[in-house]
C-alpha cells in the first residue's frame, strides 16, 4: 500500500502513566507502535508487554515511540509499569475511547463464558498519522520482532 493510500490514525488524547496525556494528534513527525491488550498483569499482556520492553531501544533507533493501551486506570498502569521497568507509558482507556475508534472491542470466550474484551492487537503508525500496518488477534511470541522489523523498514 502507497503511503497515500493509507488510512488516517484515529485521533484521541486520554490519560496515560508518567502524568501524562498522550494525543496521536501531537505525536505527528514520529513513528507509533500502539499495541492494545486486555488487562495488566494477566500473562499473556506481562509477556507481550516485556517483549516490546526488551526492544525498547530498537524501536527508538528506528524512530519509533511505543504505547501499551487497555481499559485498565491510569494507577493500575502505574503499577504495571513500575513492576516490569517499562521505558515507555501505558495509556489508560476506561471509557473505551480509542478502543470504540480502532474498533478492537470483541466478544470473547473466557473459561465458556461471553465476555466483551480488548481483541490483542497492535497499529503502526506512520509520521503522517496514517496506519502503516495493523495485526489483529496477535499471536505473543515473535510478534514485538515482527513489528520491529516492519517499522524498520518504513
Not at 62 to 69: D, E, N, Y
Request: aromatic share 10%.
Amino acid at each position: 500500500m502507497r503511503p497515500d493510500d493509507r488510512p488516517a490514525a484515529p485521533d484521541f488524547e486520554l490519560p496515560a502513566t508518567s502524568d501524562t496525556n498522550v494525543s496521536l494528534k501531537a505525536l505527528r513527525g514520529r513513528k507509533i507502535v500502539l499495541y492494545f491488550y486486555p488487562k495488566d498483569n494477566t500473562p499473556g499482556c506481562t509477556n507481550e508487554t516485556a517483549d516490546f520492553r526488551d526492544r525498547h531501544e530498537a524501536f527508538t533507533a528506528a524512530g519509533c515511540s511505543v504505547f501499551g493501551l487497555s481499559r485498565d486506570s491510569v494507577k493500575s498502569h502505574e503499577n504495571f509499569k513500575a513492576k516490569l521497568g517499562l521505558p515507555f507509558e501505558l495509556i489508560s482507556d476506561p471509557d473505551e475511547v480509542a478502543c470504540g475508534a480502532f474498533a478492537v472491542m470483541k466478544q470473547k470466550n473466557m473459561y465458556g463464558k461471553k465476555v466483551r474484551g480488548i481483541e490483542r492487537s497492535t497499529f503502526v503508525i506512520d509520521a503522517e498519522g496514517r496506519i502503516a500496518r495493523e495485526w489483529r488477534g496477535v499471536k505473543i511470541p515473535g510478534h514485538a520482532d515482527e513489528v520491529l522489523d516492519f517499522v524498520r523498514g518504513l
